[in-house]
């Protein structure tokens, strides 16, 4: 099993930024690829970055946050950031941080228990 802890969700103003971390523990080595996603109210969770956990960062983004929020990793410390700039309100949301394996959909992966992100305008 993988374990995943979210951090640094918060209120900020509009235009700010704020970074979000995700410590990953226990099984790591099954780790392929670490995404961050988002919930707004009643709505389903959607896509927003993901990276490769080893290797070279492949990284990808939902076309929402491209240019404004990059994905990366650490890891030595076993965790994944999320920088947020140019935050808006429509960013309002909870985090979370999941990962899958090789072959398989976040969906069947393991999940953090997110961390809310409020950005008032």
């Known amino acids: 099993q993988v374990q995943l802890v979210e951090s640094g969700g918060r209120l900020v103003q509009a235009g700010e930024s704020l970074r979000l971390s995700c410590v990953a523990s226990?099984?790591?080595?099954?780790?392929?690829?670490m995404g961050w996603f988002r919930q707004f109210p009643g709505k389903e969770r959607e896509f927003v970055a993901g990276i490769s956990w080893s290797g070279s960062s492949n990284t990808n983004y939902a076309d929402s946050v491209k240019g404004r929020f990059t994905i990366s990793r650490d890891n030595a410390k076993n965790t994944v950031y999320l920088q947020m700039n140019s935050l808006k309100p429509e960013d309002t949301a909870v985090y979370y941080c999941a990962v899958r394996n090789s072959g398989s959909r976040y969906e069947n992966g393991y999940w953090g228990q997110g961390t809310q992100v409020t950005v008032s305008s």
């Open positions: 226990g099984r790591t080595v099954s780790i392929y690829r």
